[in-house]
């Protein structure tokens, strides 16, 4: 499932205003003067064989490597 903003899908709509936050500084997409991504929509997948109950069980399928 892919989001943007001010897009319905599957029935979830995200506000005009939501922003994402990632410190996640070798994403090519990541703002680290301000731990924000650049992107409007990003899209979240589940870890295969994970089943830990915690956030390691989901990872930003947006992400693509960036020099620092």
């Given at each position: 499932?892919?989001?943007?903003?001010?897009?319905?899908?599957?029935?979830?709509?995200?506000?005009?205003?939501?922003?994402?936050?990632?410190?996640?500084?070798?994403?090519?997409?990541?703002?680290?003067?301000?731990?924000?991504?650049n992107l409007q929509?990003?899209?979240?997948?589940?870890?295969?064989?994970c089943n830990t109950?915690?956030?390691?069980?989901?990872?930003?399928?947006?992400?693509?490597?960036?020099?620092?």
């Amino acid at each position: 499932i892919y989001y943007q903003n001010s897009i319905e899908s599957e029935g979830f709509q995200m506000e005009g205003n939501q922003k994402i936050k990632c410190t996640v500084g070798s994403c090519i997409y990541n703002n680290s003067d301000e731990n924000m991504c650049n992107l409007q929509g990003i899209e979240i997948k589940p870890v295969k064989n994970c089943n830990t109950q915690k956030a390691d069980e989901s990872i930003c399928a947006s992400y693509e490597y960036g020099e620092e």
